[in-house]
């Protein structure tokens, strides 16, 4: 629904996607594209949208974002990503899921930055996810923006469905402020074993695909980079919708 939706978390992304330098590309790791190798990365010159869900209004399937694609960039992707040691592969055919072009519609709605995507592996772990995201480093220096688009708490199971706006479970904040003060400590291997370290990681993190884009990110990061809040808060009780800049 955050595709239709106008309130704080809205317009903190596009808070965000007009304070940052307008990015040369975009590529996304999103929770809601999976596979088995290989490693696949959109290649198309203007992507389609998946509707990846059902139950929800008729307004959120007429939803547009026609961003371009940008194939040369797919390609390095899949040259760097194979470089270190993952099979890859670019996927002409494969468009973008709610996961990228849902936070894009708000974030950059003029929909001219071209928008990459590419899969969690399957099988992983969050050392290869770390491996994955140091592969694309190189390209932040080139003005392209790597996200990774999940949720830090989010377990499906236990929203307060009926009220967006419920008071916060005490264990879902717990388990978000855990992560937050590892983030700014920089303390990426407590993270990495949050499963074991973390408060109530079993509650906030039942299956780790919307937890795991946060290892690309990490991976992807520098020793001079600082976390920059751009929102911090929750969703129908529990569902964290935080979201930081790693720069």
Known sequence: MVGVEQDAYTKALRRMGEDLPLPRAIVVVSAHWESPAPIR???????KLVYDFSGFPEELY??????PGNPDLGREIVDRVSQAGFEAKLDPNR??????????????????????EMTLPVPRSAPELLKLGQALAPLRRRGVLLVGSGGVVHNLGRLHWDDKDAPVDPWARRFDDWIRTRLEKKEVEQIRDYAAAAPESKLAVPTSEHFDPLFFILGASSGADRVVDVYEGFHYGNLSMRTFILR
């Open 41 to 47: 990365v959109t290649g198309s010159e203007r992507p």
């Open 95 to 116: 468009g973008l899921d709610h996961g990228a072009w849902v936070p894009m519609i708000h974030a950059y709605p003029d929909a001219k930055v071209p928008l990459l």
């Open 62 to 67: 007429q939803l547009r974002y026609p961003s």
